[in-house]
């Protein structure tokens, strides 16, 4: 399975916020079909906030991980591409919350940091691109 999806949806008459919540749903509905399982969506930790908590399970060896997703979006025409918009800062906020997430819920598996960005295209598509271990903490 590749990391690309693509799809029409009609998101023309969605105002910015409910965008974020459509591209989120988009998102998710992209990872379960990937197999994965979902175990929370837009869990908070003071003013920090997780978009997708998913599991993984490896078929061969039954070992599980721990998907952190970051969901980015932006509408065309844009100079970069929704991805791009995860800088350091939102880097560093998403895993102090993970750091939060993995303790108050005894996780004790593996733990990747991805990005789903979602990008609403002019002619009505949505282009859907899953950028797997996006970046790494520095435990």
């Not at 998101?11 to 919540?21: D, Q």
């Not at 989120?24 to 837009?42: C, T």
């Not at 399970?57 to 970051?70: I, P, W, Y």
Request: hydrophobic share 40%.
């Amino acid at each position: 399975m590749n990391n690309f999806g693509q799809q029409a949806v009609d998101y023309k008459n969605v105002g910015r916020g409910e965008k974020g919540s459509v591209a989120e749903d988009l998102a998710l509905d992209f990872l379960l079909k990937r197999g994965m399982a979902l175990l929370g969506r837009n869990w908070r930790v003071g003013h920090k906030e997780l978009d997708i908590l998913m599991m993984s399970t490896n078929m061969s060896t039954g070992e599980q991980r721990l998907h952190v997703v970051e969901v980015r979006s932006l509408s065309e025409p844009n100079l970069q591409l929704p991805f791009e918009t995860v800088d350091i800062k939102k880097q560093r906020a998403v895993i102090s919350a993970a750091s939060a997430y993995i303790y108050r819920n005894r996780i004790m598996c593996e733990t990747q940091f991805d990005i789903v960005s979602v990008l609403f295209e002019k002619d009505g598509n949505v282009r859907i691109e899953y950028l797997p271990e996006a970046f790494n903490p520095k435990w």
